[in-house]
């Protein structure tokens, strides 16, 4: 019970918390000096006066700021995000269409990076100072430290244009037809309708980029694995556990690393968020349809329904991970249940 | 006072009130236990120099074109090869850190000035004040970094200041939050106290007692921040929100060899100039790090 109560708590806190990131990306959208009408209508349609009146009215954009703000947020409470300026269509159809993508993406890559760092993480503590430890925690700063837009394009170039071991950009195959959308992950969706081709192809084509996605993660959790890991090592019960004969495995893994795993959740539900950021920079490399290019390409033509609407999705996102690192804190120390 | 009275290395806030030579010798001892520290120095320090004497290390000025030389692999003559206009990559790599130090420096330090003034009022004047100030940073760190930084340099427009404020804007809570609660944990202390007691007004107290005794970890956070201001910008940049095309930015330069995807030199040498800038930033902040945090150093 007592859980069900954080939960609806801390679901209330985020009302006022989405408000003022509403308030936030009008502001950005609106108090600057970028005008709208010249990024979306062409040079001539700008020397037209009834063009630009039009468009002017069309979106509103000829009455007072806070209007325009209470418009929108008339529309919000109806689940109506406005209509992109670029796409022309509504931004809620636009979202829905590319975030699957990057949904799929930002999972893998945790999945990925989460892998690689615990594994990392522990090697690194259980042989504390040894070289192997300080290779891998140079690894993991090396890690945290490459430009993300950069390895993705190196990785591109050597991995699949060289070598030929991944394919190269897309979600499937050039030409292949993608199995029927049920859920917009490819992987998912062409697992229920039987595909096994697509399925091939889209996991095939997910690895490179969530590799790369990954690196960053990958950096996070093992560095936090290992500091948690260290902490935890250095306890009396670890002692006990050796004591009365258990081997190393079985210490390291059943009784040191479950205790260690806090902050360890907490960075990945950290890193998960910054993902979503992060495909942002690989997107455009990887040619991957997902909410990062939409952002892009959002912001560049100051298209603002549609940067309003990415914004307060992945900032929603960005809450709802925190939400369940919070609720994945109760489930695995017992010790906050009572408190 | 003898030389030797520890062997774990002292936590450099510390040592500021101690002696000049005991202080040099408890720098040199951490530098000695720390070689990822000591090589993060040695990068920045030569990115430094390259950065001053660009005009004197490029064998070739950053802007000249020689578009019958364009994309050519690397060679005697061009190092690290040319670009889609003939420009030398070498050259326009040396004077990229002039574009790329000091961007991540302004990001920091204008953060941390407006992120320390409002932190410290929260912290003095607590209240409804504290309460709106802690909110409004939750709700703009609820934004990824890049998302928001994206749409502030995009309606701002395009150029290397806007880049430089649209991270500001994005980066500041982080102090804000920091400085708040090294405020209140400073306000408690006896020597404040002492400071009210005897009449200093609120200001005086702020500016002269509390801030000097914030300032180390600030310091800290500041140095272990400059690698990813400096990350995030080139990522800024590579999106084509920062410097316009000619500039020799690294971020930009990256994104040149998106085009020329098999002259793999186009964006390979930008890239390791950022990836070694950053990598130091965050090797000497891991070390600063680790020799602050308690809990570490007993575990080692």
């Known amino acids: 019970m007592s859980i069900l109560r954080y939960i609806l708590r801390r679901m209330l806190l985020t009302i006022p918390l989405l408000l003022g990131i509403t308030l936030i990306a009008f502001a950005i959208s609106h108090a600057v000096p970028a005008d709208p009408v010249a990024a979306n209508l062409s040079q001539s349609a700008m020397s037209d006066p009834t063009i630009v009146a039009a468009f002017r009215a069309e979106w509103g954009l000829d009455r007072p700021v806070h209007e325009q703000y209470l418009t929108y947020m008339g529309n919000l409470l109806q689940g109506n995000l406005g209509r992109s300026i670029k796409s022309r269509r509504p931004v809620l159809d636009d979202l829905r269409q590319y975030l699957p993508a990057t949904i799929e993406l930002a999972t893998a890559a945790t999945l990925v990076g989460t892998s690689i760092g615990l594994l990392f993480g522990i090697i690194s503590a259980v042989r504390r100072n040894s070289l192997l430890d300080f290779g891998v925690r140079t690894l993991s700063l090396v890690g945290v430290s490459l430009p993300v837009f950069w390895l993705a394009l190196i990785a591109l170039q050597v991995l699949y244009a060289r070598l030929g071991w991944f394919p190269g950009p897309g979600r499937l195959e050039v030409g292949m037809e993608p199995p029927p959308r049920l859920t917009g992950l490819l992987t998912v969706d062409s697992l229920a309708a039987g595909d096994w081709n697509a399925l091939r192809s889209a996991v095939s084509h997910l690895m490179l980029p969530s590799l790369v996605l990954g690196s960053f993660t990958a950096g996070l959790v093992t560095r936090v694995t290992r500091s948690a890991l260290l902490e935890v090592l250095g306890l009396e019960y670890i002692r006990t556990a050796y004591a009365k004969g258990l081997v190393e495995r079985v210490v390291i893994l059943r009784h040191a690393l479950r205790n260690a795993l806090i902050p360890v959740i907490t960075v990945i539900g950290f890193s998960y968020g910054n993902l979503l950021a992060g495909t942002v920079l690989t997107e455009t490399i990887f040619a991957w349809p997902g909410i990062g290019w939409y952002a892009y390409r959002a912001s560049t033509s100051l298209d603002f329904p549609a940067i309003m609407g990415v914004s307060m999705l992945i900032a929603l996102i960005f809450i709802i991970t925190n939400l369940i690192v919070d609720i994945l804190y109760f489930v695995l120390d017992p010790r906050l249940r009572v408190a | ?300």
Not at chain 2, 167 to 192: C, D, H, I, N, Q
Not at chain 2, 240 to 263: C, H, I, K, N, Y
């Open chain 2, 1 to 300: 006072m003898s030389a030797t009275s520890t062997t774990t290395p002292q936590p450099l806030a510390l040592t500021a009130a101690r002696p000049a030579r005991k202080r040099m010798q408890t720098i040199m001892r951490f530098l000695r236990a720390n070689p990822l520290v000591v090589i993060g120095l040695v990068i920045v320090l030569a990115w430094i120099v390259i950065s001053l004497l660009a005009p004197l290390l490029a064998p070739y000025g950053p802007l000249q074109q020689r578009v019958v030389n364009r994309l050519k692999p690397p060679s005697a003559v061009n190092w690290f090869g040319t670009d889609q206009l003939g420009r030398d990559i070498f050259s326009r790599v040396l004077y990229g850190g002039r574009i790329s130090l000091p961007a991540g420096l302004l990001v920091v330090l204008g953060a941390g000035v407006i992120g320390v003034l409002l932190g410290a009022l929260a912290g003095m004047i607590g209240g409804w004040f504290d309460e709106i100030v802690m909110r409004v940073t939750e709700v703009f760190m609820a934004f990824p970094t890049i998302i928001l930084a994206m749409a502030v340099a995009a309606a701002l427009g395009p150029s290397l200041f806007n880049a430089v404020l649209a991270m500001v804007v994005v980066w500041w809570p982080t102090y804000a939050r920091m400085m708040r609660g090294l405020v209140l944990s400073v306000k408690s202390e006896l020597y404040v106290e002492a400071a009210r007691v005897v009449g200093v007004p609120p200001w005086r107290i702020l500016w002269r007692t509390v801030l000097p005794n914030c300032m180390a970890p600030l310091v800290v956070l500041g140095t272990i921040d400059l690698g990813s201001a400096i990350l995030v910008f080139a990522g800024l940049s590579f999106l084509g929100l920062g410097s316009d095309p000619a500039t020799p930015e690294w971020g930009r330069m990256v994104s040149d060899g998106v085009q020329f995807f098999d002259q793999w030199w186009v964006a390979a040498f930008p890239g390791l100039a950022i990836c070694t800038l950053v990598i130091a930033f965050n090797f000497i902040g891991d070390g600063i790090r680790d020799a602050l945090d308690p809990r570490l150093r007993k575990g080692l």
